[in-house]
């Protein structure tokens, strides 16, 4: 504890703090600063001032120590409430902001869905014409043309069919399909580059259809990536897909 001198002379001295000058303003003789630490940061000050001349004993300044004790932790419960407030606005924030890019995502696929698919299903269907009337010179740029066209039509349609199935959680849409009607389906779809590029495709499938719980859609993107690359990296010779299954 500290003893001050109340009188006037003392609120002129330079030496004594603002703090000081105010307690001998109003009279004070003796007191006491008992700190509020948390975690090793002074957070906060008790200040005890009485009119009495050593007016705190070692006993009064045990009590204040406690209930500075019990003040910071109480500055500590609010300091961490209020993170707590703030941490939930910013993940409701940032749930909002999420949900928002969903849709936008979401638009922007189906934008892109018609806005893309169509011209280029229109570019396929003019270069099959063109294909028909042009010299057979010319033949293997409309191929490359179609090539290139349904390539990038497939890539769409595996972005598209990515979204739907983060949009649904990863769950895709099953239900009983012939196997090889998808698989022959697929084949169908992409024999014309195949044929383009002099490669004979032929698909086996055996006269007893093979039913099974499928996404037919997944199936089918499966098959036309697996012809795709087949087509690309196979120089000479030809392409055979086959349909089989176990006891199982």
Known sequence: TRRLDPGHALCERPQHSALERL????????????????EEEIVGVLNLASERSHAFSEEDLGIARDVAD????????????????????????????AED??????????????????????IMGFTQVLND????????????IGSAAQ???NTINSVLELARLESSGGRVQTTVVSVGEVVKEACQTIKGMAERKGLPLRV???????????????????????????IKFTEK??????????QD
Do not use: C
């Open 101 to 122: 890019m969903a849709r936008l995502k979401s638009a922007f696929l189906a934008n892109m869905s018609h806005e893309i698919r169509t011209p280029i299903t229109g």
């Open 204 to 230: 086996h499938v055996p006269a007893e259809n093979f039913w099974a719980e499928l996404d037919a859609a997944s199936v089918d993107r499966i098959v036309t990536n697996l012809l795709d690359n087949a």
């Open 133 to 144: 009337e042009v010299p057979e010179a010319l033949k293997e740029f409309t191929g490359l």
């Open 151 to 153: 390539r990038l039509l």
């Open 23 to 38: 307690f001998a303003e109003d009279g004070v003789d003796s007191y006491a600063h008992v700190p509020l630490v948390i």
């Open 70 to 97: 019990l003040l910071a932790i109480g500055v500590r419960q609010d300091r961490m409430e209020r993170e707590r407030v703030r941490y939930e606005a910013e993940l409701i924030a940032a749930k909002e902001r």
């Open 237 to 246: 010779g030809g392409i055979d897909v086959r349909v089989s299954a176990d």
